[in-house]
């Protein structure tokens, strides 16, 4: 009899979650199961019975395969569990950062961010987080990036790039295009002569800068106070959240000119 509703199930057994994980790559044994998930016959054998009472996973001849069911329901508890991961392990970040600014369209997505990885400047390392982005730029084979401010080493390492012909391609906020052309118009030349390099201007208010190459992205938000912060950032390399960099990117983009 069931004594717990669904959700109830996943949520409190991470070796439940972990079964039916190791199930998504196909049907495997009861001996494949123990010695992937590294526990005895008889705790798996008890969650393995609860797995089968809700038609999660079926069994023939000691292998086991996810139902249809458990395959939808996998599905779509990744992202409620990757969104409450994140604002876990990842609280002091968001207590601080405004949420708010994001897209709504990407805000519901946030989980997709659940295996970023929280790094700030500290006494011990007051230019860590510019250093890895330097370091990020440097390796990557392609940039795009949208900013609301100008720093002079990010744009010595971008224009670096773009001269050693790795694609380029950043969207600015118009008063720092502006300020480009007007207070630092030797090295706008030097982009504009970089066939590799494209740029555009927006009105739209970034709150979100980013960073993103062809491995990471690097990605913040303003204070909750409405403050640029300089000394943290969110950086993963999970494809997942790349491909939600690049949607946020392309949300910038889309109400952007080309210059």
């Not at 008889?42 to 996810?66: C, F, H, N, P």
């Not at 069911?69 to 409620?80: F, H």
Request: aromatic share 8%; proline share 2%.
């Amino acid at each position: 009899m069931r004594d717990n509703d669904l959700l109830s199930l996943l949520a409190s057994s991470k070796l439940r979650r972990d079964i039916l994980i190791y199930l998504e790559d196909g049907p495997k044994t009861l001996s494949e199961l123990r010695d992937h998930l590294g526990v005895g016959s008889s705790q798996l054998s008890t969650k393995l019975r609860e797995l089968l009472e809700y038609d999660l996973i079926s069994a023939e001849r000691k292998t086991y395969t996810l139902t249809t069911q458990g395959s939808i329901i996998l599905v779509n508890y990744w992202p409620l569990a990757n969104t409450v991961d994140l604002f876990d392990r990842l609280g002091s970040f968001w207590n601080a950062h405004d949420i708010e600014c994001i897209p709504e369209e990407l805000r519901y997505r946030i989980g997709e961010l659940h295996n970023a990885r929280y790094v700030k400047d500290d006494t011990e390392d007051i230019n860590r987080t510019l250093s890895m982005l330097l370091k990020i730029m440097t390796e990557a084979k392609q940039i795009s990036g949208v900013s609301s401010i100008y720093e002079d080493s990010i744009v010595g390492s971008l224009l670096s790039r773009a001269k050693q012909g790795i694609p380029v391609e950043m969207i600015l906020a118009r008063s720092v295009m502006e300020r480009m052309e007007k207070e630092h118009n030797n090295i706008f030349q030097e982009f504009s002569g970089c066939a590799n390099y494209h740029h555009y201007a927006t009105d739209e208010e970034i709150k979100t800068p980013l960073i993103l190459t062809d491995t990471h992205l690097y990605f913040s938000t303003y204070y909750s106070d409405g403050m640029f912060d300089t000394q943290s950032n969110l950086i993963s390399d999970d494809p997942v959240a790349l491909k939600w960099g690049r949607d946020l990117l392309n949300y910038y983009k889309a109400r952007a000119v080309k210059k």
